[in-house]
């Protein structure tokens, strides 16, 4: 079963924290922060969970691999005690911070190696990563003296925008005292954001190309619906999410809705056992969709999962498929 399908369906001791929360942004080299300091006690409610901070978190644990790079990208290395479940590698900027971070399990952690780990707060990306069966939904947590948070993607009402991503940073960034870096990077993402968008708008055949996304599935194909940012992503590289009706942020759609719906760019979804190659393969081996202008073209984009949730890859990862979807004349 596919990694997202399987979180659409069931929708450390550490050195004392140093830096001012005014420090630079967007490092990865696990600065710390103060244990206190302006802007505390920070009051903020995350799906549904209202928190009061008196002080940043001190022994953090990640899970999931876009709430592990949000805590990299603001330099906040020094104040993980734990992570868990990447999709793929973490970005080259990020792996000398993450080494040293100590893995608590290849997907979950159990709920004792969760709690063997201390933790103070718990940042989980999907909602899987908080599984009342296991004992460790945020309730849990919380009878245990730990604070949590969850990826807003996993909870945003109506379709998540990239106003989503700034305020899930901003938000970060505030909980752990470094809120200037947050507000540098969402500057920084939004000049990226907007130069892509420009890019897009002078390409050669820049109106906007039906995309199929294809996450995994056989039977059925397992895709990107309209309510997740990998939706907005496409819009903004210069494309239209055939499946972007669809109210969830990815679903399950008949190989009739795809040929249907004809698309001319399929983007492949990367990660986990089965390579792209095979996805290729399984996609044009099969006669039912040998009509799909996509399929006769072999007209093909590829993106690792890692850039396609609320995560600090976004802003890049749109420009990236920009690239894929309209690489005349504007991306040379």
């Not at 940043?56 to 734990?82: C, D, F, K, Y």
């Not at 899987?128 to 945003?156: M, P, Q, V, Y």
């Not at 719906?261 to 190659?277: A, C, H, K, L, N």
């Amino acid at each position: 079963m596919s990694r997202l399908r399987t979180a659409a369906l069931i929708c450390a001791a550490l050195l004392p924290l140093a830096t001012s929360c005014s420090g630079s942004g967007g490092s990865a080299s696990g600065t710390d922060t103060k244990a206190a300091g302006p802007g505390f006690p920070y009051t903020v409610t995350n799906c549904g969970v209202k928190t009061t901070y008196q002080a940043p978190p001190q022994r953090a644990v990640t899970l999931n691999q876009h709430a592990t790079e949000v805590m990299l990208e603001l330099g906040l290395a020094g104040s993980l005690a734990g992570t868990a479940y990447l999709d793929d590698k973490v970005l080259p900027k990020y792996a000398k911070a993450y080494k040293a971070i100590p893995v608590l399990a290849k997907e979950y952690p159990s709920k004792e190696k969760l709690l063997g780990a201390n933790p103070d707060f718990v940042y989980g990306g999907y909602t899987s990563a908080f599984n009342a069966k296991e004992g460790t939904a945020r309730d849990d947590l919380a009878e245990s003296g730990i604070k949590t948070r969850l990826n807003t993607e996993s909870c945003t009402s109506g379709r998540t925008s990239l106003d989503d991503l700034y305020r899930e940073v901003t938000e970060v960034g505030r909980t752990f005292g470094v809120a200037d870096r947050a507000r540098k990077w969402v500057r920084e993402a939004r000049a990226t954001v907007a130069a892509t968008a420009r890019e897009t708008k002078g390409a050669k055949g820049a109106e906007a190309l039906k995309v199929f996304v294809y996450d995994s599935g056989d039977k059925t194909a397992f895709t990107a619906g309209g309510k997740g940012i990998g939706n907005e992503m496409i819009k903004r590289a210069g494309g239209t999410n055939i499946f972007a009706d669809l109210d969830k942020s990815f679903t399950d759609a008949s190989w009739e809705q795809v040929v249907t719906r004809r698309p001319e760019v399929i983007v492949i979804y990367d990660y986990g056992t089965t390579t792209v190659e095979q996805k290729k393969r399984r996609l044009l081996d099969d006669p039912a969709l040998r009509d799909v202008p996509a399929i006769k073209h072999k007209r093909f984009a590829v993106m690792p999962l890692s850039d396609v949730v609320l995560g600090v890859r976004a802003p890049a990862a749109i420009e990236k498929l920009a690239r894929q979807l309209h690489p005349e004349p504007a991306h040379k």
